[in-house]
């Protein structure tokens, strides 16, 4: 043990965590949808400023993004919001996993031209790994009734 008492008593703790760091920061980043002629498309509540039920996030095609989570763990790096319904408004997005909802990311973007906000808008998520096989969902609320996104999804698997 180093001198004063404290601190680690092998090296290897710190190591496995600067390869963790790593990882983070150098990864192959992956697409969802994988596609240019797939969309990834979430709807608010039909009634303005509540949110919608859970639903599982998926393509236009109906690949689910749960679905690549399946034999290793999975970590968004971003979500990128490409399109909305209604300009000039506010979206509220909550994504999360399993039966019990474990949250991943709440989001709030403003969509439109007056506030100068570029049409395509790109937020990195920070949240915990995704345990292995469980479904990924989400809820949304907009300003308006019956909003929709059109999103797409960066994310890395860990080995």
Not at 7 to 28: M, V, W
Not at 96 to 122: E, T, V, W
Not at 143 to 158: D, L, Q
Request: glycine residues 8%; charged residues 20%.
């Amino acid at each position: 043990m180093p001198l004063g008492g404290h601190g680690p008593r092998s090296i290897n703790p710190i190591l496995a965590d600067t390869e963790e760091l790593i990882l983070e920061q150098a990864h192959i980043t992956r697409v969802f949808p994988a596609t240019t002629d797939l969309t990834c498309t979430l709807t608010a509540n039909a009634v303005a400023h509540n949110w919608s039920a859970w639903a599982e996030v998926q393509d236009s095609g109906g690949a689910k993004l749960s679905d690549l989570n399946g034999s290793q763990v999975l970590h968004f790096s971003s979500i990128v919001i490409e399109w909305c319904s209604d300009t000039d408004k506010l979206y509220q997005i909550e994504l999360a996993y399993g039966d019990d909802k474990i949250a991943i990311a709440p989001l709030r973007i403003i969509s439109g031209d007056k506030n100068f906000l570029p049409p395509i808008q790109q937020m990195r998520i920070r949240a915990l790994t995704i345990v292995i096989g469980e479904k990924i969902y989400y809820r949304m609320m907009c300003e308006t009734g019956g909003g929709t996104c059109k999103v797409s999804f960066r994310y890395h698997y860990h080995d």
